[in-house]
């Protein structure tokens, strides 16, 4: 592993490495977050929004009530989400518990999905409470599935403790276990992490041990994907990608229902990270409800009245 | 002379539960029969439209599942609640209108009295217009009326708080939502009304009060897909057609009523006729 010449995988150096971030300044952060939001989004804009969004899509069901039956039918709206208009998107991956990858993969490739990825939470989600040699055989059996990502949580009782190097430890084993076979992207779980500082040093620590994504939370905590943590998430991408020329994905999960929401994070994505980040490969949204609301809304600006949620599957 | 600074009142929308102002930030002016000034009252919308409607949708199967003895007693509460404001809605309307106290005071009076009578309705609607229909089978057939789902309402704008009721309670009360768009001259007794409802312990989504102009939000109620039913009572004839093209798109049920009856509770409700085998 390389670690972009950043850390040498030594507790010191990683010290090191996390001691240079510069600090968060929480008003200014909350501020900037809260003026993005009030950006008005026209028309035109807003079709290449919603599109863009639902492209953007990480389809989600994390129940313990999960079937077959309900994966496959998310998988069959990931791949066609409103089936009487073929111009809308397939969404950019289903997100599903382990012992469901295989039952999403296969249905995906019957019905025409091969293009639309399977995410699985893995490494004990969503506390992170177990052995190593568990999470690797929980990561392995997801990738034996098929797993084409992996969402993993990090273990935050370790990083509030202090042990940066424990964490950092546990990504690159994920990270050199899923090698060219699945991205990974790394859960913070924002909402227990306390501070934007946190925040900060969490993207830093992540991204260092090789992170294709960095993602806000599990869906299982609140407050989960609030507009200032992704907004200090993206910051943090865009000062990665200046010191190592790499681009490292967000994606922001739990608590985006709306279409107004999603259209909020796509303003913080362009006006903080920037439009290269506009693309599914980079920029991804955890979210169940969300899709039928930009449907509706898609349908209002074909339509030119007001959706009812009667017109849309309930899932 | 009282060195008092004047307390004007700010008349907001009523949406949820809650009383933003308007997502428009739009507001008109209202005047006194005398040409002076009163108020600003919010201009409504059609995204202060939808957002009443999804507040309302997401209220209705909750309403719909209380008991119709509380629901009896909620509209029950709403009167009283109003008539220990009665001043001040005699006030409000001798202030807008200009009509005398009397009459006004009369007006106030009879709304309490209307909300009281439509209270009354709540638990008597499934016996009056429900049936226990006879059928060749070992079986009970019975039809009881059921709500319709989100209703849309538009106010008459004279009398400006009675009219308002009757384009309220009737709806709520078989278990329906509501969303209405009060008087256009004369808002400021929807708005205090308002106040009122928030204290009547009406579940927060089941009534919303939008205030603006009529030609511009009966559009967007017509074909808004997401509202059942639209009471058109209020609204000047010259826009019926147009109206009632608009929501046939979507079958929505769309009525206009001249007077006060149980017909008007009725026309928002649905039959719903259950088999039950006998002797389970």
């Not at chain 1, 925040?199 to 299982?220: E, P």
Request: proline content about 4%.
């Amino acid at each position: 592993m390389s670690f972009y010449g950043l850390v040498d995988g030594s507790q010191a150096s990683l010290k090191k490495y996390l001691a240079a971030l510069s600090g968060v300044d929480q008003t200014g952060a909350d501020a900037r977050a809260a003026m993005l939001a009030t950006r008005s989004i026209k028309i035109t804009s807003k079709r290449w929004a919603i599109d863009t969004a639902i492209s953007m899509v990480d389809l989600t069901t994390l129940e313990g009530a999960d079937t077959p039956g309900k994966v496959q039918a998310l998988c069959a709206k990931a791949v066609r989400p409103d089936p009487t208009d073929s111009s809308v998107p397939s969404v950019g991956a289903v997100c599903v518990y382990n012992d469901m990858v295989a039952v999403a993969r296969k249905h995906l490739d019957l019905i025409g999905g091969a293009h639309v990825g399977v995410a699985a939470v893995s490494t004990a989600f969503p506390s992170g409470r177990a052995s190593m040699p568990v999470k690797i055989q929980d990561t392995q059996d997801a990738l034996d599935a098929g797993a084409s990502e992996i969402d993993m949580v990090i273990d935050r009782g370790a990083f509030l403790s202090g042990d940066y190097i424990g964490v950092f430890n546990e990504i690159v084993q994920i990270r050199e276990l899923c090698g060219s076979r699945a991205h990974l992207k790394v859960i913070f779980e924002t909402g227990e992490l306390v501070t934007y500082d946190n925040v900060r040093k969490a993207s830093f620590l992540a991204m260092a041990a090789g992170a294709d994504f960095i993602k806000t939370s599990t869906g299982k905590v609140a407050p989960a994907a609030t507009a200032p943590v992704v907004l200090v998430m993206l910051e943090a991408v865009r000062d990665f990608y200046q010191m190592t020329q790499t681009r490292i994905g967000v994606k922001p999960a739990g608590g985006i229902r709306n279409t107004k929401d999603a259209i909020k994070q796509l303003v913080l994505v362009n006006e903080t990270a920037g439009p290269e980040w506009l693309t599914p490969a980079l920029f991804r949204i955890g979210a169940s409800a969300l899709l039928n609301d930009l449907l509706m809304q898609r349908m209002k600006l074909d339509d030119g009245y007001y959706a009812s949620p009667q017109y849309v599957t309930i899932d | 002379m009282s060195n008092r600074i004047d307390v004007k009142k700010t008349y907001k929308l009523f949406i949820n539960g809650a009383f933003p102002r308007t997502e428009s930030g739009r507001t008109y002016e209202i005047k006194n029969a005398k040409g002076g000034f009163i108020a600003n009252p919010c201009l409504a919308s059609r995204k202060d439209l939808k957002d009443a409607v999804v507040a309302a949708r997401a209220a209705q199967s909750g309403w719909n599942k209380a008991s119709a003895y509380n629901k009896g007693q909620i509209l029950y509460r709403i009167a009283e609640m109003l008539e220990g404001r009665r001043a001040q809605f005699v006030d409000e309307i001798v202030g807008v209108t200009g009509v005398t106290k009397a009459k006004a005071d009369k007006e106030v009076i009879d709304s309490v009295d209307r909300l009281v009578w439509y209270a009354g309705w709540s638990d008597k609607l499934s016996s009056l217009s429900g049936a226990l229909n006879p059928v060749a089978g070992p079986y009970y057939n019975f039809t009881v009326p059921e709500s319709m789902g989100v209703i849309a309402a538009i106010a008459p704008e004279m009398p400006s708080l009675l009219g308002l009721i009757d384009s309220i309670a009737p709806i709520i009360v078989g278990g329906n939502t509501v969303v209405v768009l009060a008087s256009t001259k004369a808002p400021l007794s929807a708005m205090s009304f308002a106040e009122v409802i928030a204290t009547s312990d009406v579940p927060a989504g089941v009534i919303n009060i939008l205030t603006g102009k009529k030609d511009e939000i009966a559009p967007w109620m017509a074909s808004h897909m997401d509202i059942d039913g639209f009471d058109i009572s209020g609204l000047g004839a010259k826009s019926h057609g147009a109206v009632r093209i608009a929501g046939a798109e979507n079958l929505k049920r769309i009525y206009s009523f001249k007077s006060a009856d149980p017909g008007r509770i009725l026309a928002f409700l649905e039959n719903k006729t259950v088999w039950h085998p006998i002797g389970l």
